[in-house]
């Protein structure tokens, strides 16, 4: 063997290896291989499976592996070489599966029942609405259930063992009241009233108990436990929070977006287990977002853009943004998809749903619906119930 022949097929290797960084590298590796082998095929042939070896054929497009790699005589005469081949198509396979159970799950999901109560809201900032209106995705059809006791404008709203709840907001002046509506009884009913009252601010449950953080010009905390019908204080989240806040869970833990002293959007985390709270990152800017999880990932809904955060990574970064520019609104997660509903494009109500795919990674208009929803509260239901 000539050293001229060594330093090529030292070169090929070499070859193979740099084009990792092409676009379609492992199409690109393998044609280069096989080129080199079928050039001087009786000498070069011994090399084919080491060169095989190089190329991560599972990565192989699946149209270049199912019609030019799987019928090459050369590979499926060679046992090393089929061998590699067979587990690229079983990678191929397990991958085609894998995302038809995927999209499959997302399907199910998508047809399960799911409600989303509006509850209050404010026309004009400072006067807010006892007017409810409840919404059925798969249905796509607005309900009427009954208004609630009290007007609440910037309130929050979040569900519990089946049962709504509406908390605090603002109508002339920040309340600390809170009910709760019942669609079995079709009948709302107060609760404990807070230790503070707020507007603006975000609100969770976990492990059985409502959290409710912060808000406009507070940075206190509290939890019920509505086995007791009672509130508890927490530690305050750090910082002056002059804007709002907002709040959910993922990962048995629960993530604060609220206003920074420094102006800044500041994320926390709160540990129930020492109940304190940890800074986690800043979100350069001002604007207000609505804040909503899915499995592990933390997404920020606003009126001009739109994040997601790993909470594994720790790192915010740009994702679509809505199809109709809106401030006010209130966002959702129903199954696998997160929902927007109302708020106001300029000084007209925003009428259209709009539905974000988690998996797809797009916003779609799913319905029109005629309601005026403005700083109001959201929450969901999933399951069926009588809603006539």
Same mark, same amino acid.
């Given at each position: 063997m000539?050293?001229?022949?060594?330093k090529h097929?030292?070169?090929i290797?070499?070859l193979?290896?740099?084009?990792?960084?092409?676009?379609?590298?492992e199409?690109?590796a393998?044609k280069?291989a096989?080129n080199?082998?079928k050039?001087?095929?009786?000498? !070069?042939?011994?090399?084919?499976?080491?060169?095989?070896?190089?190329?991560?054929?599972p990565l192989v497009?699946?149209?270049?592996?199912?019609?030019?790699?799987?019928?090459?005589p050369?590979?499926t005469?060679? !046992?090393?070489c089929?061998?590699f081949v067979?587990?690229?198509?079983?990678?191929?396979?397990t991958k085609v599966?894998?995302?038809?159970?995927?999209c499959?799950? &997302?399907?199910?999901?998508?047809?399960?029942s799911?409600h989303?109560?509006?509850l &209050?809201?404010t026309?004009d900032?400072?006067?807010g609405?006892?007017?409810?209106? &409840?919404y059925d995705?798969?249905k796509?059809k607005?309900?009427?259930?009954?208004?609630?006791?009290e007007r609440r404008?910037?309130?929050?709203?979040?569900?519990?063992?089946g049962?709504?709840?509406?908390v605090?907001?603002y109508n002339n002046?920040y309340?600390?009241t809170?009910?709760?509506?019942?669609?079995?009884?079709?009948r709302?009913?107060?609760i404990?009233?807070m230790n503070?009252?707020?507007s603006s601010?975000?609100?969770?449950t976990?492990?059985?108990?409502?959290y409710?953080?912060?808000g406009?010009?507070?940075?206190t905390?509290e939890?019920?436990?509505?086995?007791?019908?009672?509130?508890h204080?927490?530690?305050?989240?750090p910082?002056t929070n002059?804007g709002?806040n907002r709040?959910?869970?993922?990962?048995?833990s629960?993530?604060?977006?609220t206003?920074a002293?420094?102006v800044n959007?500041?994320l926390?985390l709160f540990?129930t287990?020492?109940g304190?709270?940890?800074?986690?990152?800043e979100?350069?800017?001002t604007c207000r977002?609505?804040?909503?999880?899915?499995?592990?990932t933390l997404?920020?809904?606003g009126?001009n853009?739109?994040?997601?955060?790993?909470?594994r990574?720790?790192?915010w970064?740009?994702?679509p943004?809505?199809?109709?520019?809106?401030d006010g609104?209130s966002?959702?997660?129903?199954?696998?998809d997160?929902?927007?509903f109302g708020?106001?494009?300029?000084s007209?109500c925003a009428?259209?749903?709009e539905r974000f795919?988690?998996?797809y990674?797009?916003?779609t208009t799913?319905d029109?619906?005629?309601?005026?929803?403005c700083w109001g509260?959201?929450a969901?239901?999933?399951?069926?119930?009588?809603?006539n």
């Amino acid at each position: 063997m000539t050293r001229n022949f060594l330093k090529h097929c030292f070169q090929i290797k070499e070859l193979i290896k740099n084009v990792q960084h092409l676009v379609k590298p492992e199409d690109s590796a393998y044609k280069a291989a096989i080129n080199w082998v079928k050039h001087d095929l009786e000498k !070069r042939r011994v090399h084919l499976a080491e060169l095989t070896s190089l190329i991560r054929l599972p990565l192989v497009s699946t149209e270049y592996l199912t019609n030019h790699i799987v019928g090459e005589p050369m590979l499926t005469e060679d !046992r090393k070489c089929y061998k590699f081949v067979m587990e690229a198509l079983t990678h191929q396979l397990t991958k085609v599966t894998q995302l038809h159970e995927k999209c499959e799950t &997302g399907k199910q999901h998508r047809n399960e029942s799911f409600h989303v109560f509006l509850l &209050g809201g404010t026309r004009d900032t400072w006067t807010g609405l006892k007017e409810c209106k &409840g919404y059925d995705i798969s249905k796509k059809k607005l309900f009427s259930i009954p208004s609630m006791n009290e007007r609440r404008g910037c309130n929050s709203a979040v569900s519990l063992s089946g049962v709504i709840y509406s908390v605090c907001g603002y109508n002339n002046g920040y309340l600390n009241t809170a009910e709760c509506y019942d669609p079995a009884t079709k009948r709302w009913s107060y609760i404990a009233p807070m230790n503070k009252g707020r507007s603006s601010f975000g609100i969770c449950t976990y492990n059985d108990l409502i959290y409710v953080v912060g808000g406009c010009f507070t940075s206190t905390v509290e939890s019920y436990d509505r086995a007791i019908n009672k509130w508890h204080l927490c530690q305050s989240i750090p910082g002056t929070n002059t804007g709002f806040n907002r709040a959910t869970v993922a990962e048995n833990s629960i993530y604060s977006l609220t206003r920074a002293a420094n102006v800044n959007n500041a994320l926390y985390l709160f540990d129930t287990r020492d109940g304190k709270w940890l800074n986690l990152s800043e979100m350069p800017g001002t604007c207000r977002y609505e804040l909503v999880s899915s499995d592990r990932t933390l997404f920020a809904i606003g009126e001009n853009d739109c994040k997601r955060l790993d909470i594994r990574v720790n790192k915010w970064e740009p994702m679509p943004h809505m199809l109709t520019k809106r401030d006010g609104f209130s966002a959702v997660v129903a199954g696998k998809d997160i929902y927007v509903f109302g708020g106001r494009d300029d000084s007209q109500c925003a009428t259209s749903v709009e539905r974000f795919s988690i998996h797809y990674n797009e916003w779609t208009t799913v319905d029109s619906i005629q309601i005026e929803n403005c700083w109001g509260g959201a929450a969901v239901l999933s399951g069926d119930f009588d809603s006539n």
